[in-house]
């Protein structure tokens, strides 16, 4: 019979795939970063599987956690550690790669003890600081008490000195776990999860315990019974923090402070409101604690007197594609001339980075510790298929690494402000973190809402959950944000409510935002003549010109390929036709067919310039190329990404404000198809309201409103409709 699963499941987790499997070795057990070597230590036939991250650095070691879950629970952590340490990780045997026997004898304290140590000798590490959570929190005080001359710190979050209950609450627990895997893990996570908006560590933890079953979990709890390790406690000599939070459902907070309590000279650091997990839920809090415990605060440092400081800007731009950078930039632009002292440094990745370097700009080095979002979109997306939302949600490890990158650079220089558009990233740990905040913020966006696509009620139920946390933390620290600005009109956001009695998204963002206006990087009137704009770009005379763009991931490869098929008929019934592809910097050339007339290239500088003077243009559907298409007027079509809510709902809406909503979906059509209604667009007049030009000007004021200090005026445009 299938075990039952409980409705919180199916409301956050969704559908399970088999219970017990070993975790995808492909991405496991982090998506941002790669061990710098690994391997399995064995002990008496079972082997247990250990990760190294990093190359140098004093040595960090995470002591195996109890095997409900499993490494892929320090995914916030990790990899932003590794980066100031060497860091030890291990699954402990019955979880994770590592072995998992079958007989009850294998499961005990002295056996992951012993697998801790052959995993630290066989990666040959010496002197360490050492971290234990939970249940792992016996084992590191069980070190760094047996072996002093090796352990330099003791961190434990969430610990406890024993786990010595009585025998028949021990009994139910195993029973339950075996039983009902299900119902015990939702039990198990429920209370160790207690903070609000919890969802996504909740989906997570309950995926990590679904990768095992009852029945070895069972044994593997037997195993860190009836342990007590307070003599040990009070025999260390080395620094040690203990991290609680006293919200804590699954080891009470008065346990912590026993730990605090026995352990001499320890810190304590108590987690108000805080849950089981700390470097789960508050990993921000847990990464800067850790690095300032073990490493200390640098030996050598600069500080400049205020006044002679340069007044700097850090400008945090979205990498996905080139739309958001190539608008920043023309704020940017604008910004100097109000703010002519004003020196500008750029946070970004590739191919935004690239774009920036070519144009002049100076990329901050320390992005060369960002982790890409490109990659991410194009493992989870299908065939012309990116549910925006999900990728959203299960990027929260590239999230926080990238923040902590910011966190640091806010540490180690001045700027006298951070605009961020759509830095979802550092608007989101700000306010998780508010006291971090040390100088103005300006936030910038195109769309506000997460809005489920398809009629899901668990997507749904997840929009809503992470809408009312915007909301909630707007309400409580609007200081946060020193200005937020939408770019574009009123009428460009929907009246759809953010979820079941939330409001409507409107009315909200009426309140919490300024409008800019559409931003536009260059003045279409530039650009009208285009013949001129032919002959300056190489096209010749009489020949149309077709241009395909999908931006710059590889989510759009199938879309093209889907173009290029339809090439040879659109040819056909328009010889003088050429067709470019503009596959971008992540697909090659050579995954296209070769055929005459179609030319396929990887980027294409200022690519708005061979848009404003083509005969037609064929798009993913994002709104920046699309919004460029209206402004100077081109025939376009338009395929959005299948359940891409932004895509889908928010640009529709805004280009339909424009007149000029030509999106087709993309599994209806043939290349047969696709071919003739693109001849027949390309032929068609069309009938766009004009688009405002001083958007990037608007958006440039209200930001020095903000760097002088004044209250940021209410700019809406007036120019469309």
Same mark, same amino acid.
């Given at each position: 019979?299938?075990?039952?699963?409980?409705?919180?499941?199916?409301?956050?987790?969704?559908?399970?795939?088999?219970?017990?499997?070993?975790?995808?070795?492909?991405?496991?057990?982090?998506?941002?970063?790669?061990?710098?070597?690994?391997?399995?230590?064995?002990?008496?036939?079972?082997?247990?599987?250990?990760?190294?991250?990093?190359?140098?650095?004093?040595?960090?070691?995470?002591?195996?956690?109890?095997?409900?879950?499993?490494?892929?629970?320090?995914?916030?952590?990790?990899?932003?550690?590794?980066?100031?340490?060497?860091?030890?990780?291990?699954?402990?045997?019955?979880?994770?790669?590592?072995?998992?026997?079958?007989?009850?004898?294998?499961?005990?304290?002295?056996?992951? +003890? @012993?697998?801790?140590? #052959?995993?630290? !000798?066989?990666?040959?590490?010496? $002197? %360490?600081?050492? &971290? /234990?959570?939970?249940?792992?929190?016996?084992?590191?005080?069980?070190?760094?008490?047996?072996?002093?001359?090796?352990?330099?710190?003791?961190?434990?979050?969430?610990?406890?000195?024993?786990?010595?209950?009585?025998?028949?609450?021990?009994?139910?627990?195993?029973?339950?776990?075996?039983?009902?895997?299900?119902?015990?893990?939702?039990?198990?996570?429920?209370?160790?999860?207690?903070?609000?908006?919890?969802?996504?560590?909740?989906?997570?933890?309950?995926?990590?315990?679904?990768?095992?079953?009852?029945?070895?979990?069972?044994?593997?709890?037997?195993?860190?019974?009836?342990?007590?390790?307070?003599?040990?406690?009070?025999?260390?000599?080395?620094?040690?923090?203990?991290?609680?939070?006293?919200?804590?459902?699954?080891?009470? +907070? @008065?346990?912590?402070? #026993?730990?605090? !309590?026995?352990?001499?000279?320890? $810190? %304590?650091?108590? &987690? /108000?409101?805080?849950?089981?997990?700390?470097?789960?839920?508050?990993?921000?809090?847990?990464?800067?604690?850790?690095?300032?415990?073990?490493?200390?605060?640098?030996?050598?440092?600069?500080?400049?007197?205020?006044?002679?400081?340069?007044?700097?800007?850090?400008?945090?731009?979205?990498?996905?594609?080139?739309?958001?950078?190539?608008?920043?930039?023309?704020?940017?632009?604008?910004?100097?001339?109000?703010?002519?002292?004003?020196?500008?440094?750029?946070?970004?990745?590739?191919?935004?980075?690239?774009?920036?370097?070519?144009?002049?700009?100076?990329?901050?080095?320390?992005?060369?510790?960002?982790?890409?979002?490109?990659?991410?979109?194009?493992?989870?997306?299908?065939?012309?298929?990116?549910?925006?939302?999900?990728?959203?949600?299960?990027?929260?490890?590239?999230?926080?690494?990238?923040?902590?990158?910011?966190?640091?650079?806010?540490?180690?220089?001045?700027?006298?402000?951070?605009?961020?558009?759509?830095?979802?990233?550092?608007?989101?740990?700000?306010?998780?973190?508010?006291?971090?905040?040390?100088?103005?913020?300006?936030?910038?966006?195109?769309?506000?809402?997460?809005?489920?696509?398809?009629?899901?009620?668990?997507?749904?139920?997840?929009?809503?959950?992470?809408?009312?946390?915007?909301?909630?933390?707007?309400?409580?620290?609007?200081?946060?944000?020193?200005?937020?600005?939408?770019?574009?009109?009123?009428?460009?956001?929907?009246?759809?409510?953010?979820?079941?009695?939330?409001?409507?998204?409107?009315?909200?963002?009426?309140?919490?935002?300024?409008?800019?206006?559409?931003?536009?990087?260059?003045?279409?009137?530039?650009?009208?003549?285009?013949?001129?704009?032919?002959?300056?770009?190489?096209?010749?005379?009489?020949?149309?010109?077709?241009?395909?763009?999908?931006?710059?991931?590889?989510?759009?490869?199938?879309?093209?390929?889907?173009?290029?098929?339809?090439?040879?008929?659109?040819?056909?019934?328009?010889?003088?036709?050429?067709?470019?592809?503009?596959?971008?910097?992540?697909?090659?050339?050579?995954?296209?067919?070769?055929?005459?007339?179609?030319?396929?290239?990887?980027?294409?500088?200022?690519?708005?310039?061979?848009?404003?003077?083509?005969?037609?243009?064929?798009?993913?559907?994002?709104?920046?190329?699309?919004?460029?298409?209206?402004?100077?007027?081109?025939?376009?079509?338009?395929?959005?990404?299948?359940?891409?809510?932004?895509?889908?709902?928010?640009?529709?809406?805004?280009?339909?404000?424009?007149?000029?909503?030509?999106?087709?979906?993309?599994?209806?059509?043939?290349?047969?198809?696709?071919?003739?209604?693109?001849?027949?667009?390309?032929?068609?007049?069309?009938?766009?309201?004009?688009?405002?030009?001083?958007?990037?000007?608007?958006?440039?004021?209200?930001?020095?409103?903000?760097?002088?200090?004044?209250?940021?005026?209410?700019?809406?445009?007036?120019?469309?409709?």
């Amino acid at each position: 019979m299938p075990m039952r699963l409980p409705e919180s499941f199916r409301k956050v987790v969704g559908e399970l795939p088999e219970a017990g499997r070993i975790p995808d070795v492909a991405h496991y057990p982090f998506e941002t970063v790669r061990p710098t070597r690994d391997g399995y230590g064995e002990r008496d036939g079972v082997r247990c599987w250990f990760a190294v991250w990093g190359d140098s650095g004093p040595w960090l070691a995470f002591a195996p956690i109890f095997q409900i879950v499993n490494m892929q629970m320090l995914k916030a952590t990790v990899p932003y550690l590794s980066q100031h340490f060497r860091v030890l990780t291990m699954d402990n045997r019955g979880s994770g790669r590592s072995d998992r026997p079958a007989r009850k004898d294998a499961y005990t304290f002295d056996e992951y +003890y @012993a697998d801790f140590l #052959a995993a630290l !000798d066989t990666a040959g590490v010496d $002197r %360490l600081a050492v &971290i /234990g959570i939970s249940a792992a929190t016996m084992t590191t005080l069980r070190l760094a008490a047996e072996q002093p001359e090796r352990v330099t710190h003791v961190i434990v979050a969430g610990g406890r000195l024993g786990d010595a209950p009585p025998v028949e609450a021990a009994r139910k627990r195993s029973e339950r776990m075996r039983s009902d895997w299900p119902g015990y893990l939702e039990s198990f996570f429920t209370n160790g999860l207690t903070e609000p908006h919890s969802t996504k560590p909740f989906e997570d933890a309950v995926r990590y315990g679904w990768a095992n079953t009852g029945e070895i979990v069972a044994l593997c709890s037997e195993g860190w019974a009836g342990n007590d390790v307070r003599e040990l406690a009070r025999r260390l000599r080395c620094p040690a923090l203990v991290i609680h939070g006293d919200g804590d459902g699954l080891i009470p +907070y @008065a346990m912590g402070r #026993a730990v605090h !309590d026995i352990v001499p000279d320890s $810190r %304590l650091l108590t &987690i /108000g409101g805080g849950g089981h997990l700390p470097a789960v839920r508050d990993p921000v809090l847990f990464n800067r604690s850790v690095r300032d415990f073990v490493a200390g605060k640098p030996r050598i440092s600069t500080w400049v007197r205020a006044m002679n400081r340069k007044r700097r800007a850090l400008f945090i731009s979205s990498p996905i594609g080139l739309g958001h950078v190539q608008r920043d930039l023309a704020i940017a632009r604008e910004l100097r001339k109000v703010e002519p002292d004003l020196d500008i440094d750029w946070f970004t990745v590739d191919p935004a980075a690239r774009y920036l370097e070519r144009e002049g700009e100076r990329v901050h080095p320390i992005t060369a510790r960002l982790a890409n979002e490109s990659s991410h979109f194009e493992r989870v997306a299908g065939e012309h298929d990116l549910s925006a939302f999900f990728a959203l949600r299960s990027m929260d490890e590239i999230m926080i690494r990238n923040f902590m990158t910011f966190s640091d650079l806010m540490e180690s220089e001045h700027y006298d402000l951070v605009i961020g558009d759509e830095a979802w990233d550092v608007d989101y740990y700000f306010h998780e973190n508010p006291e971090l905040k040390r100088q103005p913020f300006v936030f910038l966006t195109d769309f506000v809402g997460c809005l489920p696509v398809e009629d899901d009620e668990r997507e749904a139920f997840l929009c809503a959950d992470r809408n009312a946390d915007d909301i909630e933390h707007v309400a409580r620290f609007p200081y946060v944000r020193d200005a937020a600005i939408f770019v574009g009109n009123p009428e460009d956001v929907t009246e759809k409510p953010f979820g079941p009695g939330l409001p409507s998204i409107r009315a909200w963002t009426d309140k919490n935002f300024s409008y800019s206006g559409y931003t536009l990087p260059f003045d279409p009137a530039a650009l009208a003549d285009t013949e001129k704009i032919r002959g300056r770009l190489g096209y010749q005379r009489g020949e149309k010109i077709a241009i395909a763009s999908v931006g710059g991931t590889g989510v759009g490869k199938h879309l093209l390929d889907k173009i290029a098929a339809a090439y040879p008929r659109m040819k056909r019934q328009v010889p003088e036709l050429r067709l470019i592809l503009v596959a971008g910097p992540r697909l090659s050339p050579d995954a296209f067919p070769r055929m005459e007339g179609l030319e396929v290239k990887s980027y294409v500088h200022n690519l708005f310039e061979h848009l404003a003077c083509c005969d037609l243009a064929l798009v993913q559907g994002g709104l920046t190329t699309c919004m460029e298409l209206t402004a100077t007027r081109r025939p376009f079509l338009s395929f959005p990404l299948k359940r891409h809510f932004e895509q889908c709902v928010h640009v529709r809406r805004r280009l339909d404000n424009y007149g000029a909503d030509r999106a087709l979906e993309y599994t209806a059509l043939t290349p047969e198809a696709l071919a003739d209604r693109a001849l027949e667009t390309m032929h068609a007049p069309v009938h766009y309201k004009t688009v405002e030009t001083d958007g990037a000007a608007r958006a440039a004021h209200l930001i020095a409103d903000v760097l002088q200090n004044r209250r940021p005026r209410e700019l809406v445009s007036n120019t469309t409709k």
